[in-house]
């Protein structure tokens, strides 16, 4: 079992930088793989980083590459998601989440655990 709790949201201008974080409880931290999504009222969650939990691999989708990254301390039991250069529509509540293993990182679906989100705003 792995609880997660998100932290770092809030309001930021166009252009500037939030760095969220994921704390998860549980012994087997380290062997979980780790994404980030995000959602906006009546859309689907959309995946924006994800991380392996052996050689750290990361992965992202076209939209935040070169904005985002993505990293982990797995002695602090902690997944980050730095976000520079943000735009209005990055606006969304975050999630992150974690699997055993996935088959494909942009599904919802692969993932077994989710925190609560938390709000990030960027105002134009």
């Known amino acids: 079992q792995v609880q997660l709790v998100e932290s770092g949201g809030g309001l930021v201008q166009a252009g500037g930088s939030l760095r969220l974080s994921c704390a998860a409880s549980?012994?087997?931290?380290?062997?979980?793989?780790m994404g980030w999504f995000r959602q906006t009222p009546g859309k689907e969650r959309e995946f924006v980083a994800g991380i392996s939990w052996s050689l750290g691999s990361t992965y992202y989708p076209s939209s935040v590459k070169g904005r985002f990254t993505i990293s982990r301390d797995n002695a602090k039991n902690t997944v980050y998601l730095q976000m520079n250069s943000l735009k209005p529509e990055d606006t969304a509540v975050y999630y992150c989440?974690?699997?055993?293993?996935?088959?494909?990182?942009?599904?919802?679906?692969?993932?077994?655990?989710w925190g609560q989100g938390t709000q990030v705003t960027v105002s134009s």
């Open positions: 989440a974690a699997a055993p293993y996935v088959s494909s990182w942009y599904r919802p679906d692969q993932y077994d655990y």
């Open positions: 549980g012994r087997t931290f380290s062997s979980y793989v």
